[in-house]
């Protein structure tokens, strides 16, 4: 699959709402693994003046390891894009999903973790976003599933 599982970066951006032309992204949480262990966090909540200046930060601090999130293309892309450009390479777990279960009556990701009976963390803090996208990502990646 070519996916770098020894150094990668989940993240995931929080937005005002879901509208593209109305609303912004105002969070953004990351963390950087290297070896399964994590060695960097990224987390800036932001309003809607700062978004270019972090999200350049971001970029600088990916640097050039794959990342890895649910639903970028088709959400988490156009308000990125409406800022600026991702160049790392980038691992989106639904669609991950979908050419590994095909079929699956949903993608949603805590329906995938419970069917590996995996229990979630409660909640839908960044963080525990975060955690779940990289939970995801270990079993879509696993040569055993």
């Given amino acids: ?23 912004y992204m105002n969070e953004i949480f990351a963390i950087k693994y290297e070896d399964g262990k994590i060695i ?11 978004r ?6 971001f970029i600088t601090w990916s640097n050039n390891y794959d990342l890895v999130t ?15 450009f991702l160049p790392n390479k980038i691992i989106d777990t639904l669609l ?9 009556k949903s993608y ?14 409660k909640g839908d803090s960044i963080k525990n976003i975060v955690n779940k996208i990289q939970q995801l990502f270990l079993i879509l990646t696993s040569k055993s599933n």
Avoid: A, C, P, W
């Fill in 70 to 84: 649910h639903n970028y293309y088709g959400f988490s892309k156009y308000f990125i894009e409406q800022v600026d």
């Fill in 40 to 50: 960097n966090v990224f987390h800036h909540r932001f309003s809607y003046g700062f």
């Fill in 96 to 104: 991950l999903s979908k050419g590994k279960y095909k079929g699956m």
């Fill in 52 to 57: 270019e200046r972090v999200l350049k930060e």
């Fill in 1 to 23: 699959m070519g996916y770098n599982i020894q150094k990668y970066i989940v993240f995931y951006i929080d937005t005002t709402g879901l509208d593209i032309y109305h609303d």
């Fill in 108 to 121: 949603d990701m805590d329906y995938i973790l419970k069917k590996y009976d995996i229990n979630t963390v």
